[in-house]
């Protein structure tokens, strides 16, 4: 399968993703939060505030410009890696994703950043299909 999207694209995605979610700290429900220290916080806060929001917009501007058929792909492929969609079902997945995409494009990112472990469902989707992104972006 020869993917829409170039496979260095979703391969940067993986590696925003994952900085992204490496970076995510949150605490809302967890009881050990009583147990970290003020000083803890204030670290915790400005890793939150600071580092988070230019990844977070980056992957989501990477998201912005791709086109609406390859917007639909990453989601299909993230369908495929969650088990959503078996990667002999592909047709559908596709079919289901470019419908959501064209209902909104916004709504679409909105689910593919708030996708749990959207770099390793990705990356499964992808090799799902033979495709990996060992050797992308590498210095040789």
Known sequence: MDP???LETLCRIILRAREYEAQTVDFADDEEAD????????????????????????LKAVFEDLG?????????????GQGTYEAGDWDEAMEEAQSLVSESADVAINELMDQPMLASVLESGLAAFDLSCDGIGEVT
């Open 68 to 80: 609406e058929d390859q917007l639909a792909e990453v989601i299909a492929f993230c369908w495929v």
């Open 35 to 58: 147990d970290v220290d003020d000083e803890q916080e204030g670290m915790l806060s400005v890793l939150e505030d600071d580092i988070n929001d230019s990844v977070e917009e980056e």
């Open 4 to 6: 829409l999207t170039p």
